[in-house]
């Protein structure tokens, strides 16, 4: 069922590897700990399929609307390749021509790390500060592909949007709504 995810997984590793080797801070880069693997769809009935498909392997699945298009934060039960147990399963922006399949890796960084101190280490590489909804991150360009370096997992921003969620409710005065 996860062959795709799982060759693709192996592809980006591979991709990384040749990232870390020659590095001055190659020990950072390889310490970094992957935790979740964005995967992008075209439209909503392939990300209809998908999460159809990949209900049953799922203990834990949340799914956010965000930026016009739907996010599903799926765990999983058993690991796919490189331990990873939580798939991000995004449509495409609306009007987006991104490219669908492994959209980036997170990365679970201990410290903080920010653009200027990574520029500073490492000048010959892209990084960039990114931001969608609560969740903020470090992303690394680098062979076509991306890694989303942050100190935090998806599951700390589940956590947020739920809290975020449940103030709103909570702030809603009590009784009969508007519309009844």
């Known amino acids: 069922m996860f062959d795709e995810l799982n060759n693709a997984i192996d592809s980006y590793q591979a991709k990384w590897e040749a990232l870390c080797t020659g590095r001055k801070d190659a020990a950072f880069f390889r310490a970094l700990r992957p935790t979740a693997i964005g ?3 075209a439209d909503r009935a392939e990300y209809d399929k998908l999460f159809a498909l990949w209900h049953d392997a799922c203990d834990q699945i949340t799914e956010v609307w965000l930026n016009g298009r739907y ?7 058993e690991e796919l390749h490189s331990g990873i147990t939580i798939v991000k399963l995004m449509e495409r922006r609306p009007n987006s021509t991104d490219a669908v399949g492994l959209d980036h890796l997170d990365f679970y960084a201990a410290d903080p790390v920010t653009t200027p101190a990574m520029q500073a280490k490492e000048p010959d590489l892209k990084f960039s500060e990114e931001a969608n909804g609560v969740c903020r991150w470090t992303s690394l360009w680098f062979d076509g592909t991306e890694a989303k ?9 589940i956590v947020i949007e739920l809290q975020d969620l449940e103030k709103q409710i909570l702030q809603t005065p009590p009784g009969l709504s508007k519309s009844t």
């Open 39 to 41: 995967w992008k769809v």
């Open 71 to 77: 996010i599903a934060k799926m765990h999983l039960r």
């Open 149 to 157: 370096l942050r100190n935090d997992t998806v599951l700390s921003v």
